[in-house]
């Protein structure tokens, strides 16, 4: 069952071309949050310091809490993820493994042969810059 979360439009009305009033309705339905983001899209090119871009920020940001409800984005498998880091910064298996504790057995780990360990984690995190909860995550390993 979906939570059901209060977030809300902001709808301006314009009177004589300024942002005076604004109604606030939550984000329920579908139907909502398009027409969120078609507003987003309208006011993307709002100038800084004005009233548009103050509206565009909150409404962004409410859009965002909605999606990370309603359209939640999983961790990538922590050995995908060390691959495309050093796919994403051209490195090497063997450059990385230069660069951390030789106990760990970077190869193996790649092969989905051993588990990444405590220490390879941290070192990995330091090194890549990878979010420690992407490198905590179980992962199969092969057979």
Do not use: C, W
């Not at 899209?41 to 909605?66: G, H, I, K, S, W």
Request: hydrophobic share 45%; aromatic share 8%; charged share 20%.
């Amino acid at each position: 069952m979906k939570h059901l979360v209060f977030l809300y439009i902001i709808i301006p009305h314009l009177i004589s071309g300024i942002v005076n009033i604004m109604d606030i309705k939550p984000i329920k339905t579908e139907q909502d949050y398009q027409k969120a983001l078609v507003e987003i899209e309208r006011l993307f090119e709002a100038e800084l310091n004005t009233p548009e871009q103050d509206y565009l920020e909150v409404l962004v940001t409410l859009v965002e809490a909605y999606e990370k409800v309603n359209y939640p984005i999983d961790y990538p498998d922590p050995i995908e993820a060390i691959l495309y880091y050093l796919d994403s910064r051209g490195l090497s298996v063997e450059a990385l493994q230069e660069e951390i504790d030789s106990t760990i057995n970077l190869t193996a780990i790649l092969n989905r042969q051993a588990i990444l360990s405590l220490d390879a984690i941290r070192q990995l995190h330091t090194h890549l810059g990878i979010p420690a909860e992407v490198l905590i995550q179980s992962y199969p390993l092969a057979v």
